[in-house]
């Protein structure tokens, strides 16, 4: 894997330069809903959008050594959210890339990858999905990690991953050889080997660059394995994963009843209590969240894939009940309640999906 990180770690690494990082709120929030229009078209680049949060410092919000809670990183992906599920996605995608290089020594070729992470100049991709579903029991990991001189060549498909920008840096699990050892390492989507499928159309979230990749000898340097100990990295990785989703569940979900609110009147005031019921629900499951995000390390992990699926299931809910309410202006695919339609229906397919969230609900606990 090549380097090309030139940004260096200054003193409160991975923070906001001060308290007062919420200032830059309401700017980050008009310049998302100024592209969001054009990022559902597909005619925006995501790295445009990673660069203005790092300028601002909200990269790396509660990542720095010693934070225990992700209020404030959930607190801003849920503000994006509720302007474009598609930005909010993306960050959530470079945000884990930088949780998982938590521990990085400084001045370590990975320690300099999470600095520009931080930065917003360098882009990160989480290709993790395959981990996760070995945890819950569901598959094998796929990708093969041949030991090879002062590292591994990997081999196998990553069958879908985001943020798969030229140079961008990708977290995966790979099993070594037909043991039950594995490791965690990062490659880069130009690295020889590596082959990016080019993009399918997706519904509402084409500037994601989302696709699947192929590596085929790809070299992993012992400089660039985050862990050989996959278990007990899940176990920290993903509360905080299901936490970030929760919240751009929670952001577009609340727009979404915020706009169904505002058109029930007149004869549509029969849907009222429709909406007065799933924003009952809703101030529920973000209650639990912020408990949970102020130490993901401590929650029950059964909650909190509760939590991930509860909010899930209730934007789908209230982005159809917005567009119910609006009549046909859903059914315009340029208007912002269409979209939100479209990005909801996303949530079933992402990893973890709705099928392996409700498998993890339907085992018995422990």
Do not use: K
């Amino acid at each position: 894997m090549s380097e090309n990180t030139t940004a260096s770690r200054t003193e409160g690494e991975g923070t906001a330069a001060s308290e007062d990082w919420r200032e830059h709120l309401p700017g980050l929030r008009e310049y998302v809903a100024g592209r969001a229009a054009a990022t559902d078209r597909g005619e925006t680049d995501l790295r445009d959008t990673l660069r203005h949060l790092g300028e601002r410092n909200l990269l790396g919000l509660d990542s720095a050594a010693g934070s225990t809670g992700v209020s404030d990183v959930a607190e801003v992906i849920e503000l994006i959210a509720t302007e474009c599920l598609s930005s909010a996605f993306s960050f959530w995608a470079h945000r884990m890339v930088i949780e998982y290089l938590r521990g990085a020594a400084r001045g370590s070729v990975l320690g300099r990858l999470r600095d520009g992470l931080v930065a917003g100049v360098e882009v990160g991709s989480t290709a993790m999905a395959a981990a996760l579903q070995e945890a819950a029991g569901m598959r094998t990991v796929p990708i093969v990690a041949t030991p090879t001189g002062n590292g591994f060549l990997l081999d196998g498909p990553i069958r879908w991953a985001s943020n798969l920008v030229p140079g961008a840096c990708v977290v995966l699990p790979a099993r070594i050889g037909d043991t039950e050892d594995r490791v965690v390492v990062v490659v880069r989507t130009d690295d020889p080997g590596v082959s990016v499928a080019p993009p399918q159309r997706l519904l509402a979230l084409d500037a994601t660059a989302s696709s699947s990749v192929a590596l085929s000898g790809v070299r992993a340097d012992a400089e660039h394995v985050v862990t050989d100990d996959l278990r007990a990295f899940v176990r920290r990785a993903r509360p905080v994963l299901l936490l970030l989703q929760t919240a751009f569940c929670v952001g577009l979900a609340s727009r979404a009843l915020d706009e169904a609110r505002s058109a029930v009147t007149g004869e549509g005031s029969v849907l009222a209590p429709d909406v007065e019921d799933l924003t009952a629900r809703l101030a529920d499951v973000g209650e639990r969240a912020r408990d949970a995000q102020r130490a993901p390390a401590l929650a029950d992990p059964r909650a909190v894939t509760r939590l991930r699926f509860d909010a899930a299931a209730l934007t789908l809910a209230a982005t159809r009940l917005e567009a119910t309410a609006r009549g046909g202006l859903g059914y315009v695919t340029s208007s912002p309640t269409n979209r939100r339609l479209r990005e909801a229906a996303f949530l079933p397919a992402q990893s973890p999906s709705e099928i392996q969230l409700r498998w993890e609900l339907s085992r018995p606990p422990g």
